[in-house]
């Protein structure tokens, strides 16, 4: 689903990237295509990134937190080899 944030066709990135946030909307990489399909010059595509954003109800705070800091989420750390540390004792 990734890779199809990537499309050149801005209707298929935009349903990628609101894909990508219903299940994580933490994920930075698919913030970022939710906050470009914002300012993109076709009216629809705007209308269809401001439905998505809305459709993330309190969710929406997250995606622009994670836009913010650019930080990789944690499953893009793993996607990196990255791996989490471990808690505290």
Do not use: I, Y
Not at 12 to 39: I, K, N, P
Not at 43 to 52: L, Y
């Amino acid at each position: 689903m990734e890779t199809l944030t990537e499309d050149p066709n801005a209707r298929v990135r935009l349903t990628a990237a609101g894909a990508l946030l219903a299940v994580e909307a933490g994920d930075s990489h698919a913030g970022a295509v939710l906050m470009e399909a914002l300012a993109d010059p076709t009216p629809r595509v705007r209308e269809a990134a401001f439905d998505v954003f809305e459709s993330l109800g309190d969710q929406g705070a997250l995606v622009l937190e994670a836009v913010q800091k650019g930080e990789p989420t944690e499953t893009e750390d793993q996607d990196q080899g990255v791996k989490p540390e471990a808690p505290a004792l």
